[in-house]
C-alpha cells in the first residue's frame, strides 16, 4: 500500500506499507539503476532500490531492492534484501544487487 503521510518534519513523506508483514518504509530516495529505454515497447519496467527509515524520526537508512514493470510494483519482503545505508546519500555501492528486470 502506497499513501503520503505527515510525518515529524516539515514535509509530507512517502510511505511503502507492506501489507503482509505490516512495515513501514517511510521513502528518502528512489535510485533508478535501469529503465525501459525505447518508449515503444510493449512491456516497460524500471528497477533500482528504495532508500528508507523504518521510523522517520530515527536518522537510520536502509535500502532494498524494486521493479516496476508495466504498472505493478514490487518490493520483496525478504529481510536479507534490506541492507543498512550508513549516510543519507548512498555510495555507489546502492548500485548492486538491484533486481532482474526479467
Not at 503520503?4 to 513501514?24: F, K, N, Q, T, W
Not at 517511510?26 to 527509515?53: H, M
Amino acid at each position: 500500500r502506497f499513501e503520503v503521510v505527515g510525518a515529524s518534519g516539515p514535509a509530507p513523506r512517502a510511505l511503502i506499507v507492506d501489507v503482509e508483514s505490516r512495515a513501514h518504509y517511510y521513502i528518502y530516495l528512489i535510485w533508478q539503476e535501469d529503465w525501459t529505454s525505447n518508449p515503444f515497447a510493449r512491456s516497460k519496467y524500471i528497477k533500482g532500490k528504495l532508500v528508507y527509515q523504518r521510523d522517520p524520526t530515527v536518522p537510520e537508512y536502509f535500502a532494498r531492492p524494486y521493479a516496476y514493470r508495466d504498472g505493478v510494483l514490487s518490493v520483496p519482503p525478504h529481510a536479507e534484501l534490506e541492507e543498512a545505508v550508513a549516510e543519507p546519500m548512498p555510495t555507489d555501492a546502492i548500485q548492486s544487487r538491484c533486481l532482474d528486470d526479467s
